[in-house]
């Protein structure tokens, strides 16, 4: 919280209780980039009216409640670029990406 002009950039987020990537708290001006965030209840999260952020170039799976929530209070955020995937498709879910998913969906990675 509180936090401004930082980067998330380049991560592995599995499974998490609550949020994968969150930015709360009046934090601005932040960029999470290229994160790779699998099975949280929600993936990426922009919360307590935390503006002016960037988010893109993610890759999120499964996140339980939401992929990406941005609350009202939270605004003039840009998230673009992001890609979503399930495991009910399998097959359209990138290699590597599935080989991150290997230890709770066992071997049907094809």
Do not use: C, H
């Not at 009216?49 to 999120?60: K, P």
């Amino acid at each position: 919280w509180l936090t401004n002009s930082s980067m998330v950039k380049d991560n592995i987020v599995r499974y998490n209780a609550k949020n994968g990537i969150f930015i709360q708290k009046q934090s601005f001006n932040n960029l999470v980039v290229n994160n790779t965030v699998i099975g949280n209840m929600i993936g990426i999260s922009l919360q307590d009216g935390s503006n002016q952020n960037t988010v893109t170039g993610n890759i999120l799976v499964d996140n339980i409640i939401d992929q990406i929530n941005i609350e009202s209070n939270s605004r003039d955020n840009d998230v673009f670029n992001n890609v979503f995937y399930t495991s009910e498709n399998l097959s359209q879910i990138p290699e590597k990406v599935r080989d991150l998913m290997a230890e709770i969906i066992g071997d049907t990675k094809k």
